[in-house]
């Protein structure tokens, strides 16, 4: 079975601090795919970065990055200097690959106050 | 990404009456579809996944009669929910998966109230 750990609830930060978003996945698949999606007040899941088992390379884009660990299960994601647009709930989910199901975690509530 | 569209986005109808909510993929065609429901600040649960052509495989604990799932092309799913009651309001959203893509997509949701 597949699991998804969000252990953070809410971060509330002000502008121009950095929030790291933390993410733990169990698995017992060999191949899988580690995703984070952002939910604005809107409702609507933006897709922000996939990655494969087989990559561990760190990921920058913009003032978003993420940090793939396989031996510590964990896919943490962090935003530089963040904005009030970054407001949002956050989303970590796996799939194994086989049928594009996702299992998602409880999701991060992210509040940037100006 | 992939383009997905939802309709309507806002729904409010009377107990005991059928809603039918639309997820289309505008530019991929996908072989595979999501329908999810959230409630207020919480995770989404997977109700069911769709094939084209197949019926579709629904999650422990969702009523297949409650509510119906219809992928009749690849870019086209509804979801039914039937004779709604007040316990159904929710925010539903579908998911868009295949054409070559690893990637789950999101429609923007339908929010549906029941009186």
């Known amino acids: 079975a597949q699991k998804v750990t969000q252990a953070q609830t809410e971060i509330s930060v002000v502008e121009k601090e950095d929030v790291t978003l933390d993410c733990v996945y169990e698995?017992?698949?060999?191949?899988?795919?580690l995703f984070w999606y952002k939910q604005p007040p809107s409702g609507e899941l933006v897709f922000l970065i996939r990655?494969?088992?087989?990559?561990?390379q760190n990921e920058i884009s913009g003032r978003y990055s993420w940090n793939f660990q396989k031996s510590t299960s964990s896919f943490n994601f962090t935003i530089t200097a963040s904005q009030v647009v970054d407001s949002a709930v956050y989303f970590c989910?796996?799939?194994?690959?086989?049928?594009?199901?996702?299992?998602f975690g409880a999701g991060t509530t992210v509040t940037v106050r100006a | 990404g992939a383009v997905v569209s939802q309709h309507p986005s806002w729904v409010i109808c009377k107990s005991g009456t059928s809603v039918k909510i639309e997820c289309r993929s505008l530019?991929?065609?996908?072989?595979?579809m999501f329908w999810y429901r959230q409630f207020p600040k919480q995770s989404l649960m997977l109700m069911a996944t769709?094939?084209?052509?197949?019926?579709?495989?629904?999650e422990q604990g969702v009523e297949k009669d409650k509510f119906l799932i219809n992928h009749a092309s690849l870019t086209l799913s509804t979801l039914t929910v039937t004779s709604a009651h007040p316990e159904d309001s929710s925010f539903y959203i579908c998911?868009?998966?295949?054409?070559?893509?690893?990637?789950?997509?999101f429609g923007p949701g339908t929010r549906l109230t029941v009186l």
């Open positions: 989910a796996l799939s194994d690959n086989n049928d594009y199901k996702l299992s």
């Open positions: 698995t017992r698949d060999t191949t899988y795919y």
């Open positions: 990655r494969n088992s087989f990559d561990e």
């Open positions: 530019d991929f065609q996908a072989t595979t």
């Open positions: 769709s094939n084209e052509g197949s019926k579709a495989t629904y």
């Open positions: 998911g868009v998966a295949g054409g070559g893509t690893d990637t789950q997509y």
